[in-house]
């Protein structure tokens, strides 16, 4: 029996930086033994089919080892179920079926966010942009969008998430995942 899930690769295809063409992802996904592999967009959502129990962290561990091998360069990369990704919709503390795709952002964590580093922002400051810790995950109210968000900005300094993996996506990704990876 197999299992859908999400992998979330960070920061390919930005700028001209780190490019990997979605089909040529597709066919080492395929070639790792994964099935039903397919991506959405070009910014590093992969989907594939796993035996069922797998772990999350490994399963990333080899697909990162089998770009680097086979790219060249190292790409660190989240692998999330479709219960978790689910989840992290419906805990969405923002009306965000209200609101544009590009409002909204969640940020994914290998980790659960540490609070205390996060009690240094000023809130206040930052309105009307908001944020809220969430199960291995920061959510982002951005009401311009996260190219002109300043608390975008603060959230995504190293500090922030130190020690680990990070990658955002907006609001219609969010929602792709969930659909993308159903049970």
């Not at 920061?138 to 020690?163: C, F, H, N, Q």
Request: charged share 25%; glycine share 8%.
């Amino acid at each position: 029996m197999t299992k859908t899930y999400a992998a979330l690769l960070r920061g390919i295809n930005v700028g001209g930086h780190a490019k990997i063409p979605m089909a040529e992802l597709r066919t080492l996904l395929t070639g790792l033994g994964y099935e039903a592999v397919a991506t959405h967009l070009q910014s590093g959502n992969a989907f594939f089919g796993a035996p069922k129990g797998g772990d999350e962290q490994s399963l990333a561990a080899e697909i990162s080892a089998a770009i680097e091998r086979h790219f060249g360069f190292a790409v660190t990369c989240l692998v999330r179920d479709h219960a978790y990704l689910k989840a992290v919709a419906e805990a969405c503390p923002y009306p965000a079926a209200e609101l544009e795709a590009k409002q909204v952002h969640v940020t994914y964590l290998s980790g659960q966010p540490d609070p205390a580093r996060y009690e240094e922002i000023d809130r206040d400051s930052r309105l009307p942009e908001e944020f809220a810790l969430g199960d291995r995950c920061v959510y982002l109210y951005a009401p311009d969008g996260l190219g002109r968000s300043k608390l975008g900005e603060i959230l995504s300094r190293p500090r922030m998430t130190k020690g680990m993996i990070a990658t955002t996506r907006n609001w219609n990704t969010v929602t792709k995942l969930v659909e993308l990876t159903h049970d």
